[in-house]
C-alpha cells in the first residue's frame, strides 16, 4: 500500500508533522487539533538567552472534510513561554511573514504528497 493512501492516523500525522520541521509542538497537540509555532524574530538579542522574547506566529490545525484548516495568529512570545497578540513591529514583521508563508508551502506539500489532502488557511 502507498504512503498516499493510508489513512492519516493521530500518529501517522504526527510523525509527518515533525518532517516538516521544529514547528510541532507535540505536548500542546491531541488527536485532531495540532499546534504549531515559530519564534521567527528576536525582540531584543541583547539580552541574556534566557530572557529573551520572540515575534513570532502560532498556528492550530485542524481536520476537515477535504483536508485540514490552519488558524494563524501572530504576536509576542513572552518570557513565561505564553503568546501574547501584540501587535508585531514594522521591523520584524517581514520575516514572520516570510517563515509563515515557508512553512505553509511546506505543510500544503507534505499533506498533499503523503496524504492527498488539501490545505486551507484562515487568519
Known amino acids: ?8 492516523t493521530h500518529f501517522r500525522l504526527l510523525a509527518a508533522f515533525k518532517t516538516v520541521g521544529p514547528y510541532l509542538r507535540e505536548e500542546q497537540s491531541k488527536d485532531g487539533s495540532y499546534w504549531f509555532d515559530c519564534l521567527a524574530v528576536c525582540v531584543d538579542d541583547k539580552k541574556a ?5 520572540f515575534w ?3 498556528m492550530t490545525l485542524t481536520p476537515t472534510d477535504s483536508g485540514f484548516e490552519a488558524t494563524y495568529h501572530s504576536g509576542r512570545y ?3 513561554g505564553d503568546w501574547v497578540g501584540d501587535a508585531i513591529p514594522q521591523s520584524a514583521q517581514s520575516e514572520v511573514e ?3 508563508s515557508d512553512f505553509e508551502k511546506k505543510l500544503a506539500k507534505m499533506l498533499d ?8 488557511s484562515v487568519e
Not at 500500500?1 to 492519516?8: D, F, I, N, W
Not at 504528497?113 to 486551507?120: G, Q, V, Y
Open 1 to 8: 500500500m502507498s504512503e498516499v493512501t493510508k489513512l492519516p
Open 56 to 58: 513570532g506566529w502560532w
Open 49 to 53: 538567552p534566557e530572557k529573551r522574547e
Open 78 to 80: 513572552n518570557l513565561e
Open 98 to 100: 516570510r517563515t509563515q
Open 113 to 120: 504528497e503523503r496524504f492527498a489532502k488539501s490545505l486551507s
